[in-house]
């Protein structure tokens, strides 16, 4: 008999475009893990009602992130790529979770607390129990492993805690959901001006869109921060330089970023130079990515035939879970 798959699930908001920090801290994971898993991938569009009330571009960017998934080796056939509020059951569960998550560890979740600098004027409660809600949708499927970027680190630890209190207090139902990465650590993919991380919405010249133009990502990285270099050989790099290399070893030859790495550590490093060879590694890395997404997004048939089978996928999924949950919870009075 076949094994059964272990379950795999991850999502993103349709709050901007797509960019190489979504890439390699998730989409590159959920392109490997299709071949040996079973997966759930979702465009988390209730979520970005947190932060994005209006829905005029909404149906624009669920395509786009959609298309995007596709263009970077997704492949529909083999994983279910839905729409989060095609499964109404996440709603079903997210009110349950709620009865179970309190307001002190909510009011304490570092995202929660940039949004509310961010926008003061609207802290709503679906922004408070916005992890609430990504812990639904994990759990709906009853994953274990949990592709995502380093920054999600603190809602999967959440995600533990409100599984393991729903087990605890009506019975076994959901395996503990990990975040995983191929490598050894969660990623976070900097941003180009040394500052934080790349980012939606936050500081777009510092950030390379999957969407960018090949003389888009030039710019982009010619203006990334850099100084004169060291004067001293094997010199500790500052976070800007060390952020440069970075994004190298994601995109160049092995053999291209040695031989920057030995010409900074003899003192011979020179940045304009590194810069071009990093630009046109990003040029070949995101422009065909470009060009399949383009094209997928075009197609509005296409996108809304996976779609529909990709959420009726995750509904077959999530009606058996919810089945489990109410019996356990004692919602079962026929
Ligand atoms: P979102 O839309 O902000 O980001 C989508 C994915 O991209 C990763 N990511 C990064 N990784 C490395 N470096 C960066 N600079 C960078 N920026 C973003 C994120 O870690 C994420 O994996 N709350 C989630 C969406 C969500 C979800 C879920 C995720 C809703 N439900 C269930 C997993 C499971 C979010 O806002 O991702």
């Known amino acids: ?19 190489l920090g979504n890439y390699f801290g998730a989409v590159r994971n959920y392109v490997r893990m299709q071949e040996e898993f079973e997966c759930y991938f979702m465009v988390a569009d ?14 624009t960017n669920v395509h786009r992130v959609l298309a995007e998934n596709i263009a970077c080796g997704l492949d529909p056939e083999k994983v279910a790529l839905y729409c989060q509020s ?22 304490k979740t570092v995202t929660f607390k ?40 603190q809602h999967l630890e959440m995600a533990r805690n409100f599984a393991n209190r729903f087990n605890h207090r009506y019975g076994e139902v959901f395996p503990e959901p990990m975040a995983f990465n191929y490598g050894d650590e969660l990623i976070k993919v900097p941003s180009l001006d040394g500052a934080g991380k790349m980012s939606k919405s936050i500081n777009q010249y510092a950030t390379l869109y999957l969407s960018d133009d090949d003389n888009l990502i030039r710019k982009k990285v010619m203006k990334a921060k850099t100084d004169s ?20 070893k994601l995109v160049s030859a092995t053999d291209v970023v040695e031989k920057f790495e030995s010409d ?16 046109e590694d990003m040029v070949a890395f995101i422009s065909p990515i470009r060009e399949r997404a383009e094209h997928i997004r075009n197609d509005e048939k296409y996108l809304r035939d996976v779609m529909e089978k990709g959420a009726e996928k995750a ?14 919870m004692g919602l079962n009075y026929f």
């Open 1 to 19: 008999m076949e094994k059964k798959k272990e379950i795999v699930m991850s999502g993103i908001r349709p709050t901007g475009f797509l960019h």
């Open 46 to 59: 209730l979520h970005s009602l947190t932060t994005h009330p209006d829905t005029k571009e909404l149906k």
């Open 315 to 328: 509904r077959t999924s999530a009606k058996a879970t919810m089945e489990l949950v109410r019996q356990a």
């Open 86 to 107: 095609h499964v109404y059951e996440t709603s079903e569960l997210y009110l349950y979770l709620n009865m179970l998550a309190y307001k002190g560890e909510l009011e």
């Open 229 to 248: 270099g060291p004067t001293e050989p094997n010199s500790p790099k500052p976070d800007y330089i060390e952020n440069i290399f970075l994004l190298m």
């Open 264 to 279: 900074y550590n003899n003192c011979t490093v020179r940045y304009g130079d590194l810069k071009k060879q990093l630009a």
């Open 114 to 153: 940039d949004k509310v600098r961010q926008h003061p004027d609207n802290v709503n409660a679906g922004l408070l129990t916005y992890p609430v809600l990504q812990t639904a949708d994990i759990i709906l499927h009853r994953a274990k492993y949990v592709p995502v970027g380093k920054d999600q680190e």
